[in-house]
């Protein structure tokens, strides 16, 4: 098991250029997370998808996309990068409700200059 | 709205405990968790508490839980160098499980 995979691993974009995180796990999990980690912010929680089929806002959607590709693939797509989304990007997952813990990948680190 | 604080850092020597505090504000967690970021690496789910649990004991961790004070605490006992980490404190989110909200995270220095 691979758990969960992230491309790329670092990525440098210029301002209004856009771009695809993907995400990927083989747990068969249901629930497919994207969180963004700022210095001193802690793990925000940008989009998630309950199931197959379904997404949800989280705490900060703007400026991104996402999308439910099929069980395994949760992609995460920026339009026209802007400074402020230079951040480290995760990818989580879990089998869904009833369910505790998560399982995060190793991280996607994006520069926007 | 849902709010989770811990301090931000911890410095301990070696062999020392090491006491890492959260307060969340979401009652209806039912679940609370403290994951640990080694660095460079994605999360790890370290250790978790049932919310009518006052405490759980898991070998060297000890997770206290005051429910009526929305106070939650991890203990590490015989801290090591390899603790050396970011601990996050993370609630429920809206009483659902899959849904997380995380602290800023304690940084953990261990000292030789």
């Known amino acids: 098991n691979a758990g969960v995979t992230q491309t790329p691993k670092f990525q440098v974009l210029k301002t209004g250029q856009s771009m695809t995180l993907q995400c990927a796990q083989d747990m068969n999990h249901n629930s497919m997370y994207w969180y963004r980690q700022d210095p001193g912010m802690g793990l925000r929680l940008i989009y998630y998808s309950a199931s197959e089929g379904t997404t949800d806002k989280g705490e900060v959607p703007n400026g991104y996309n996402v999308s439910r590709l099929n069980k395994r693939e949760f992609s995460l797509r920026l339009e026209s990068a802007a400074p402020s989304q230079t951040s480290v990007y995760f990818c989580a997952s879990n089998e869904g409700a009833n369910s505790y813990e998560q399982y995060f990948g190793p991280g996607t680190r994006l520069t926007v200059t | 709205g849902e709010d989770v604080e811990q301090s931000l850092f911890l410095s301990v020597r070696e062999g020392d405990s090491s006491v890492i505090n959260c307060t969340y504000t979401d009652s209806s967690s039912t679940y609370l968790y403290w994951y640990k970021q080694e660095p460079g690496a994605g999360l790890q789910l370290l250790t978790y508490?049932?919310?009518?649990?006052d405490m759980k004991q898991d070998q060297r961790l000890t997770v206290l839980l005051n429910k009526k004070d929305k106070h939650l605490s991890l203990r590490i006992a015989d801290t090591q160098t390899g603790d050396s980490a970011i601990y996050f404190c993370a609630e429920e989110y809206g009483g659902s499980q899959g849904n997380l909200i995380f602290g800023k995270g304690t940084k953990l220095s261990v000292k030789p």
């Open positions: 508490i049932f919310s009518n649990m």
